[in-house]
């Protein structure tokens, strides 16, 4: 069975500091795919960010970064300066031979 | 290029009514999934379509559930008769089949739905 750890259910923060999201996944599956969706007061699922298993690059677009660590298994998701649009819940998600697994999100709030 | 489209957007029921979603996955994508979201958590998937076979519906509650993607294209969801715990959020979602993007799914904007 996989699983994904979202440990932070909320953050709070002012516009312009960075935040760092954090997420622990577990799977027995050798290849492997990790996910970072965005999810604003709306309701869309918004696609950031897809990561395969031997890949561990890290990864820049813009004010976001996202941290790969097979070792410790995790996929954590860093926004630089953060502004107030960028409040929203945020899932990590794992995909590995079966289903898309998701977290149980960490909702950031930017206020200004 | 268009998105995934659903409606309705917002629904309200009582309980042990029926109702139905509607959804249109991005044009040329075989795979399309239906999940739920409960308040506070992330979304779990009910069934998984690739053209208009079922290919995972192990989480979907066939007592009161069905789903249907006749032509391989747009789907159905249906809950008959509704309960209060079917108080969510239903996400459709879709991906292509081949090609460097397939692992990633495309969500709409979800079908809210109340059971009153």
């Known amino acids: 069975a996989q699983k994904v750890t979202q440990a932070q259910t909320e953050i709070s923060v002012v516009e312009k500091e960075d935040v760092t999201l954090d997420c622990v996944y577990e799977t027995r599956d050798t290849t492997y795919y990790l996910f970072w969706y965005k999810q604003p007061p709306s309701g869309e699922l918004v696609f950031l960010i897809r990561?395969?298993?031997?890949?561990?690059q890290n990864e820049i677009s813009g004010r976001y970064s996202w941290n790969f660590q097979k070792s410790t298994s995790s996929f954590n998701f860093t926004i630089t300066a953060s502004q107030v649009v960028d409040s929203a819940v945020y899932f990590c998600a794992l995909r590995g031979y079966s289903t898309l697994t998701f977290g149980k999100g960490t909702m950031l709030l930017v206020s200004p | 290029e268009a998105g995934v489209a659903q409606s309705p957007r917002y629904k309200i029921i009582e309980k042990r009514q029926s109702v139905a979603f509607w959804c249109n996955p991005i044009?040329?994508?075989?795979?399309l999934y239906w999940y739920q979201q409960i308040l506070g958590q992330g979304p779990k998937l009910l069934i998984q379509?690739?053209?208009?076979?079922?290919?995972?519906d192990s989480q979907l509650p066939k007592d009161r559930f069905s789903a249907e993607r006749l032509k391989g294209v747009d789907s159905t969801l249906k809950i008959q008769p509704a309960k209060l715990e079917d108080s969510a959020v239903y996400l459709c979602?879709?991906?292509?089949?081949?090609?460097?993007?397939?692992?990633?799914?495309?969500f709409g904007p979800g079908t809210r739905l109340l059971v009153l």
């Open positions: 979602a879709s991906s292509s089949v081949g090609g460097g993007d397939q692992e990633t799914q495309y």
């Open positions: 044009s040329g994508h075989a795979t």
């Open positions: 379509f690739q053209n208009n076979g079922v290919v995972d």
């Open positions: 990561r395969n298993s031997f890949d561990e």
